[in-house]
């Protein structure tokens, strides 16, 4: 039941005249007052309010304001720095009275305005739950009650025996408390939650005009005795108060999070953390400088998170886990490496106090042990304005003892998370470490203590930013991950087993990703409510086509010759893409097979065999398995791509094919050489060919040579090109070789090589030497081939024109 | 165009590609030199102090090296922020393969009026060939006076 005390000023708040909904209609139809006609208002109400000064009768605050039950009625707001200034404040919506139309001063006494109160307390839910959300959010812990902050003017004898208004159906606390302005807020800093207040006059009539919404407000208002401003924050009525930040001393503004953003799933809008995803982890901070800030602290008493900002993280996936943050990652999977082995980590941006503090510190030095902030030996010519930055922080370089400093406590080494490492990375890295540490600790003024720029960024968030890129994989396939790190690595290893000949093999290339769960995410689409049928509305979810685009062909006859030819390339080149997938397949299969388990590995040799297969038969004649087709072969080869994907594919045939293959290229080099103009990439066929070349038989080189020279006139054109001359060398050379070798051999056994190796000699001593072109290499036994055929000299000539030196090279 | 000297052989000894993925764990020691390639051709080498996850880059002690031919030139920059859009590679720099390099450093002036005889002839060539397919009737988009909508300008 309303309780028979309430100060005055509630009961002017609310008003006899002016209860709320007549205030409320009052406003509505009043323009909205700019911001300098609040003096002239206040005189205006000061005036009013005197004549009217008789005839209230005032209320008690009753039970509302005061006790210990309303603790949580009663909030601190932020430092006093944080009140806005009036002018910051938005215009007002609500049009400051100007005054109440004289209708309403005849208005009886309190029955009326609280009865009308009360009605509209109870009808309007609006109003009733207007500061509902913001109320319980409003309450901080540890707060003082009420009573037990000072209280100036709290006067409860004061309490003047005017009949109450409060209604019965006020619901007090929280509701109100976003009501009051920061202003009030202050007040009640100060001067306590005192509930019952000598008001002087002016003030009453600043209450009581304009504050609609909050004119049901219990005495939590105070003295408002300096509050010129009052008239126009009650006007505006509250701001909403941001949701409180764990509280972090003297925390620097700049550093705060943003403020939440609206994440509408109605829009189709991916939902939002607390913290939006992009914010670096904050450092928790140490205890060491709360008590430093302590001074900053204005009114709170110490609720002091430290790790606040890790703690409402550490629930795995919320509701929505299709984003999830790497603060979350990394909490959760680095827990124990996450914390510093002391709290002397800072935040990498120190707020300019928290810097200057750190300085001042220094002459006290820090507790604990930390490593104080970094005296630089020399001064250095390093004076960031911020004073010094910390060198001292852990961070990565957890090396041997810290630098020439007071506290000498020994850093343990702290391991990052490097799991997701390649093992041979992950040496590297652990080597250096240990290899830096161990310089630090012994050189004084060595290049890191000197270079206090050094551990701008901690390890915390290079590891961070590490996380976020890995977040983007997300599958197991170190390979399709990141192939040119994984090759590497690989390489580096075969380099070092290679200078070390170390036994131990690791197989590797697991890559470690952070496990993302793959949720399935349905979609559903949006629904609006009230519309007929279903709405398609473009997100970022559903992208939908805007513009239609219309395609118009020309049908020119030239148009269409040109169109052939473009088609056909284009049917070229996808026939080679085609193959080059399943020559990728085919090249990782070396790897793959090592990864899989042995039940798997028949399956994937099937694979591998298909594949390798399948290349060869879009290259082979139609129904000769021994021939490859030239129609095709040329087609593939006229891209340089294609080139290419031969080079590539040759050493994985098996020989007779690759075999066959070679014998294609030969036999249509001219073609092939004239295609190659632009490109001059043939040469990229000559080391697969040389190992084919090197392992066949003597029968096929000797084909090989005969496809080669072909028709009359190829070999001349073979000998301008240089990829057909270092082909023809290659034969040659393995012919001699295979003759010198083994003397058995059925080279000499028909006559064709003989005959060839003739023509041969006698093409490349008549052929210009201008139109010789140099081969890539020239093998060193061609001269004794050569010796072997022609009469001595023939031989030298052949030597002048080819250059061969007798010189083995 | 892009333009990265191919005798370069300060060796990078990561390289890490924009969009980069684990090769990124590779800068945990962030207090090498590295080396950069912007976007527009420029290399630029410094001390990598800061990274983010849009390749933002703090460079300190930044040196701006210009290339032309097979020799160089620095010009001390000082500290730069790079907006991570533009960067085209990053890598940490071996200072031990840095040492033995086959380029040949010489004075800023002379670097770059090394560079600008080589744009100048470059240009020239270029005009030359347009030139010489418009009188054929081809129209070959010039990339140097064309803006990045594919807006080709007539000068």
Known sequence: M??????????????????????????????????????????????????????????????????????????????????????????????????????????????????????ILG????????????????????????????????????LPPHHQLTPSGLSPGPPHLSLLSYQQHQHLLRRGAAPMQQMNSHNIWENNLGFGPVSITPGLITQMEDSPLMSIIKEVGLPNRPPPMTSEDGRDLSERAPPPRSSSPVIGSPPVRAVPIGTPPKQPMSHAMNHHHHHQQIHHPTAVHVRAPVHHQHRYPPSFPERISPNTLLNIANSPLCRPPFPAGVGPVLSQIQRAQMLNSQVAGFPRGCQGPPLLPGGGGFRPFFGQPPPHRMGPHPGGPPPPNHNHVPCPIIRHNTTHLHPQHRRMLTQRMQSRGGERGGRVGDWRSRDPYSNLMSQREKEWVAKIQMMQLQSTDPYLDDYYYQNYFEKLEKRQERDRDGVRKEHTTKLITPQVAKLEHTYRPVQFAGSLGKLTVSSVNNPRKMIDTVVTSRTDDEEKREKQVWNKRRQILYT??????????????????????????????????????????????????????????????????????ISRLIPFLPPLQAATIVMGIARNLPALAKKDKQDQVLCWLVEPIAVVISSLSSASLTDLLQELQGSEGQLSRVLQNKFGVTLLYLILSEGERMQSSNPTCQLMDDNRWTELVFSVTRELLNVPSSSLSPPLFTPPNLLSLFSRYVDRQRLELLQEKLQISALSR | SLFINPQQKCTVKTIVIASNIQSFCCLFELTEKHLVLLRDGRTLIGFLRSIDQFANLVLQQTVERIHVGKRYGDIPRGIFIVRGENVVLLGEIDLEKESDTSLQQVCIEDILEEQRLQQQSRQEAEKTKHLALKERGLVMPRSDIMDEYGVQHQY
């Open chain 1, 576 to 645: 080679v893409e085609k193959m080059y997938s399943l020559l990728l397949e085919v090249q990782d299969f070396e790897k793959r097979f090592m990864q899989t388990p042995e039940e798997q590995r028949e399956a994937l040799l099937e694979q591998h065999k298909t594949h390798t297969q399948q290349l060869y038969s879009s290259l082979k004649e139609k129904e000769w398995d021994d021939r490859v087709s030239d129609e095709q072969c040329l087609l593939i080869m006229s891209v340089r791509k294609g080139k290419r994907l």
């Open chain 1, 2 to 119: 309303i309780p028979e005390a309430e100060p005055k000023h509630c009961l002017w708040r609310r008003g006899t005249r002016s209860g709320l909904l007549v205030r409320l209609g009052m406003r509505a139809h009043r323009p909205p007052l700019p911001n300098d006609d609040w003096q002239e208002e206040h005189k205006r109400l000061a005036e009013l309010e005197e004549q009217k000064n008789d005839g209230l009768g005032s209320l008690g605050l009753g039970t509302l304001g005061m006790g210990g039950g309303n603790a949580s009625t009663v909030h601190l707001p932020p430092p006093a720095s944080r009140v806005p200034h009036p002018s910051s404040l938005p215009p007002p919506h609500h049009s400051l009275s100007s005054m109440p139309p004289p209708g309403l001063e005849e208005r009886g006494g309190g029955d009326l305005a609280e009865s009308l109160a009360m009605l």
């Open chain 1, 123 to 158: 009808a309007d839910p609006a109003i009733a739950s207007v500061g509902g959300p913001a109320g319980p959010d409003d309450r901080s812990t540890g707060l003082p009650p009420p009573p037990s902050i000072p209280q100036q003017h709290h006067n409860p004898s004061q």
